[in-house]
């Protein structure tokens, strides 16, 4: 591995990732210096971004696949060459030993995934997989189910097949009717699992909004009526009560974690919110109100969104 900078990378939307995809985007020129990023799981699914050679901790093979997908993503033409040693796209797997996961990785992944991933992996011996020629085989040989196993499940199996049986269920309690399905919205907002185990993607990165709307006089409201302003707590206090934050929390919706740009001030929580959990980790999402009464679009406020 070449020396050079070292980028850590975080959250798809903060300033070091507009920095990487300014360096490695499918325009850009590639870099004068080695660099060498570090990422979270974000990066596999969420950064258009072209690697010279891959380096990744045991993760299931579908997570393997995407991040193999960010190595030699692009044809560079005339935006620079590939070091002599990177003649080829290639994925390097570091796999622990001993039982899996390490007490050290959590509960990121479970040990059924994991194991037959590595096993997968073991059994090819280090021969290329051809993809997309070979990638349906090795993704039912790995996520195989617990029926088709049969007498060759282990425990962690069974264990996944209940996770992934308690997950379907929770799935099919939120999601969104097609039109044809419902008259009311009210069904939309009656659910009885709460908000903070929603998320767009397994796995992915999000964060709750709260629509507000905003008139000329800078108030912020609750409601398009503007009837409903924007709740603080009332001095002496330093928390919004419980009440107000069950109201807020039916207010707001799921979305992905780049969906709104970080540093939109526009955006923050109200400071006096900094003391009530929950309410201080929502984004507001602000409407301008016009006087004729119609809403309009949010805008960002910011140097890039």
Request: charged share 25%; glycine share 6%.
């Amino acid at each position: 591995m070449p020396s050079g900078r070292t980028s850590p990378c975080k959250n798809a939307g903060d300033a070091t990732t507009q920095l990487l995809l300014g360096l490695l985007r499918p325009t850009a020129s590639r870099p004068d210096e080695p660099l060498i990023v570090v990422a979270t799981q974000v990066a596999e699914q969420s950064l258009d971004v072209d690697f010279d050679l891959v380096i990744s901790d045991l993760a299931p093979l579908a997570q393997l696949l995407r991040r193999a997908g960010r190595g030699h993503r692009h044809q560079l033409g005339e935006r620079g060459a590939r070091p002599s040693w990177a003649d080829a796209p290639r994925l390097v797997v570091c796999s622990p030993s001993g039982s899996l996961p390490p007490l050290a990785w959590g509960e990121v992944y479970g040990a059924a995934l994991l194991r037959r991933t590595r096993e997968l992996l073991t059994d090819r011996a280090g021969r290329p997989l051809d993809v997309p020629g070979e990638v349906a085989e090795a993704t039912e040989t790995v996520y195989a189910d617990l029926n088709d196993l049969a007498d060759q499940a282990l425990s962690d199996d069974r264990q996944r097949a209940v996770r992934e049986t308690a997950q379907a269920a929770a799935a099919d309690a939120v999601p969104i009717p097609a039109p044809h399905q419902f008259t009311d919205l009210y069904p939309l907002t009656d659910r009885d699992i709460g908000p903070a185990a929603l998320t767009t993607r397994l796995g992915a990165d999000s964060e709750r909004l709260l629509p507000l709307y905003t008139t000329a006089d800078g108030r912020r409201w609750l409601d398009p009526e503007c009837s409903q302003p924007l709740p603080l707590p009332p001095a002496p206090q330093q928390r919004l009560d419980r009440d107000t934050v069950a109201r807020l929390v039916r207010l707001i919706v799921q979305a992905p974690g780049s969906y709104l740009p970080h540093d939109d001030q526009h955006t923050f929580p109200p400071k006096e919110w900094e003391r009530t959990p929950t309410a201080r980790d929502l984004r507001l999402l602000p409407h301008p109100v016009a006087q004729d009464g119609s809403i309009g679009a949010y805008e960002a406020q910011c140097s890039y969104f």
